[in-house]
Structure formats: structure tokens, C-alpha cells
């Protein structure tokens, strides 16, 4: 059982390029959700989706964007990096929005 | 968004040392959770709270969601070097959206 997986582990990127964050999960949860870690921060989520089809803005959006075709991807886009995007990234799922929350194992992006 | 606040932000403690934290919020929950991360890894559930009052535990661990529904404690007993890692309160907000805190972090001393 494979629960939540994110690909890559680690990435660097230059100042402006582009990149997708991958994230599958194999255990049917409607919702899904991207969380970026900085130092002193704790969680703060990016953005999240109730289902295939919806998805809307957490607390941090700008400078990222997500789609959700199938009930079991949601990959979360960086369109123009900046080094203010450095950070460790986590995908979620859970069965609802307010229940127990299953976390990929993170990439750690750096922008340079 | 909403403020999840938890101390201390960092602790340093002897194996066999009990630990508490806490975490504060700027609004009222219905539901707290706690979290533990362990380094180079995402976090993992370890106590659920859905009541005002309850107190949970789980092995050396406790917890208690309290009374006035803004704030939440974790107590671990008896620590050992594996209790290391960053643990995190969390809860649902508005808007279908969940909310961790800041994060305490523990290092125990063997």
C-alpha cells in the first residue's frame, strides 16, 4: 500500500524556470492538499482540492497553480520560480477535509 | 488565516524527562489533532481530539483539547531518543481548510 507518493525528492531550479510537483494517492480520498514548510513556520497550506475537477486557494496561493483531473493525482505547479520558493513541499490526502491527513514523504526545492 | 500558536518552539531534554507543549488558537476549534514529524520525512497522526475536555492517550502519550476550545495539550512521558521530531498541532478552519502550528521541536539528550 503505497498511500501518498510525491516525486521528486529534491530539485533545484533557476530564478524563472518552470516545474511540476508530482502527487499520487491509492486510497480513494476526496480531498487533497499541498502544504509548503519554512523554518519557524510550521504547515502553511498552498492549495487544496475537495475532489476531481475542484480545487481552490489555501493560504499561501501566489505563484502556484494545481488542477485535479483524477480522484488519485494533483500535482501542484511552479510557473516562474523564485527563490522565495525555496521550501520543503507536502502533499496530503485525507478522506474529508477534516479528518485524519496521510503525508507524502516532501520535496525539498531549492530556487537559485 | 487562522493562528495556530504552540510552545515552546524548541526543547532540549534528557532521555527518561517528561515532556508537555501546547498550542494555541486565535479562534475556536471542534477538532484538534497532533502530528509528529520525524526528520526527512512528512508528519504522521498521532492523537485525535473531538471534544471539549477529552483527554487522550496513546502509550507514553497524552493529550487534552481544552475547555475553552482555543487550545490543546500534548504531554509525552518517559521520553526516549526516538521521541525526536517536530510536532505539530492542527485543526480545521474555515473554508475547508486545515490549519497546523508552528511546531515544536524536541531533541532528546541520551
Known amino acids: 500500500n503505497a498511500g501518498v507518493t510525491q516525486t521528486p525528492k529534491f530539485q533545484v531550479l533557476k530564478t524563472g524556470q518552470s516545474m511540476t510537483l508530482q502527487c499520487a494517492q491509492d486510497m480513494n480520498h476526496e480531498y487533497m492538499s499541498w502544504y509548503r514548510q519554512d523554518p519557524g513556520m510550521g504547515l502553511r497550506l498552498i492549495h487544496y482540492?475537495?475532489?476531481?475537477?475542484?480545487?481552490d486557494q489555501g493560504e499561501v496561493p501566489n505563484g502556484y497553480n494545481v488542477s485535479r483531473s483524477t480522484t488519485e493525482d494533483f500535482p501542484l505547479r511552479l510557473l516562474s520560480a523564485a527563490p522565495s520558493q525555496t521550501s520543503v513541499y507536502f502533499c496530503?490526502?485525507?478522506?474529508?477535509?477534516?479528518?485524519?491527513?496521510?503525508f507524502g514523504q516532501g520535496t525539498r526545492l531549492t530556487v537559485v | 488565516g487562522q493562528q495556530l500558536n504552540q510552545s515552546p518552539q524548541s526543547m532540549f531534554i534528557q532521555e527518561g524527562e517528561d515532556v508537555s507543549m501546547n498550542c494555541t488558537s486565535s479562534?475556536?476549534?471542534?477538532?484538534w489533532l497532533w502530528y509528529k514529524q520525524d526528520p526527512g520525512e512528512g508528519p504522521v497522526l498521532l492523537i485525535a481530539?473531538?471534544?471539549?475536555?477529552e483527554l487522550t492517550s496513546n502509550g507514553r502519550l497524552t493529550a487534552q483539547f481544552g475547555i475553552t476550545r482555543k487550545d490543546s495539550f500534548l504531554n509525552i512521558s518517559a521520553s526516549i531518543p526516538s521521541d525526536v521530531g517536530i510536532y505539530f498541532c492542527?485543526?480545521?478552519?474555515?473554508?475547508?481548510?486545515?490549519?497546523f502550528g508552528t511546531g515544536t521541536s524536541l531533541t532528546v539528550i541520551p
Open positions: 496530503a490526502s485525507s478522506y474529508w477535509w477534516n479528518t485524519e491527513a496521510f
Open positions: 492542527a485543526g480545521p478552519g474555515a473554508g475547508n481548510q486545515f490549519y
Open positions: 482540492s475537495v475532489g476531481a475537477g475542484i480545487t
Open positions: 481530539l473531538y471534544k471539549a475536555g
Open positions: 479562534s475556536i476549534f471542534n477538532t
